[in-house]
Antibody, heavy 122, light 107 residues
Framework: EDQLVESGGGLVQPGGSLRLSCAASGFTVSSNYMSWVRRAPGKGLEWVSLIYRVGTTFYADSVKGRFVISRDNSNNTLFLQMNSLRAEDTAVYYC????????????????WGQGTMVTVSS | DIQMTQSPSSLSASVGDRVTITCRASQSISDYLNWYQQKPGKAPKLLISSASSLQGGVPSRFSGSGSGTDFTLTISSLQPEDFATYFCQQSWTTPITFGQGTRLEVK
C-alpha cells in the first residue's frame, strides 16, 4: 500500500526555522511529482511547493525565498525546509503525491500524509 | 494564476438529498480538475480526477462533470458519512490552485 508519513512539526517563534520530513513507502519518491500542501486554521487548502521527477522545484509566492523542497532518494523521503517563519505560516502541512500524472497515477494529489501541525508564535 | 471559485461556500442538506457543487476556473483548464473530500482532523481524500474519473473505492453516488472552465460535483443521495468539506483543484499549470471549499452540513 502506498503511504506517506510526515514528521517534524511543532511550535516555533517568528523568524525561526523548521524542517518537515515525509517518508514514503510502497512507491518511489524520485519517480513521482511530490508536493507540500497546507491548511491554515479556518482557511482552505493552499499548495506550497512541488518537486519534479527531474528535480525542478516550484513554490507558491507566499513562501518563495523562505522554503526549500528537497528529497533524499536513498531514504525515499521528501523534505520541506522552512526558514524565516511567520505567524501566517501556521497550518497543518501535508505531503502529497502529485499533482501531475506519472505512469498510472492521475494528474491529482492521489496519496496524502496524515499531516503535521506547524505553529508559529512567540 | 488560475483562480478557482466554488459555490456555494456552505450548504445544508439532509440524508437522501441530491447535492451539486460547482467550480469555475478563471481560464480554460481542459479536464485537469480534481475533487477532494476532507473531514475534520483528516487528510484530504481524492474523489474524482480529470473532471469525471471516479477513484477506486469511492462510492458511485459521487460523480463529476465539466470541461474548460465550468465543473460540477454531484452526490446523488447523501449519506451520513458525506458531511464534510469539498475542494476542487486544478492541475493545468503551476501555481496549483484550489477552490475555497464547500462545507456540507446537516440540515
Amino acid at each position: 500500500e502506498d503511504q506517506l508519513v510526515e514528521s517534524g512539526g511543532g511550535l516555533v517563534q517568528p523568524g525561526g526555522s523548521l524542517r518537515l520530513s515525509c517518508a514514503a513507502s510502497g512507491f518511489t519518491v524520485s519517480s513521482n511529482y511530490m508536493s507540500w500542501v497546507r491548511r491554515a486554521p479556518g482557511k482552505g487548502l493552499e499548495w506550497v511547493s512541488l518537486i519534479y521527477r527531474v528535480g525542478t522545484t516550484f513554490y507558491a509566492d507566499s513562501v518563495k525565498g523562505r522554503f526549500v523542497i528537497s528529497r533524499d532518494n536513498s531514504n525515499n523521503t521528501l523534505f520541506l525546509q522552512m526558514n524565516s517563519l511567520r505567524a501566517e505560516d501556521t497550518a497543518v502541512y501535508y505531503c502529497a503525491r502529485g499533482p501531475y500524472a506519472s505512469g498510472s497515477y492521475p494528474s491529482a494529489f492521489d496519496i496524502w500524509g496524515q499531516g503535521t501541525m506547524v505553529t508559529v508564535s512567540s | 494564476d488560475i483562480q478557482m471559485t466554488q459555490s456555494p461556500s456552505s450548504l445544508s442538506a439532509s440524508v437522501g438529498d441530491r447535492v451539486t457543487i460547482t467550480c469555475r476556473a478563471s481560464q480554460s483548464i481542459s479536464d485537469y480538475l480534481n475533487w477532494y473530500q476532507q473531514k475534520p482532523g483528516k487528510a484530504p481524500k481524492l474523489l474524482i480526477s480529470s473532471a469525471s474519473s471516479l477513484q477506486g473505492g469511492v462510492p458511485s453516488r459521487f460523480s463529476g462533470s465539466g470541461s474548460g472552465t465550468d465543473f460540477t460535483l454531484t452526490i446523488s443521495s447523501l449519506q451520513p458519512e458525506d458531511f464534510a468539506t469539498y475542494f476542487c483543484q486544478q492541475s493545468w499549470t503551476t501555481p496549483i490552485t484550489f477552490g475555497q471549499g464547500t462545507r456540507l452540513e446537516v440540515k
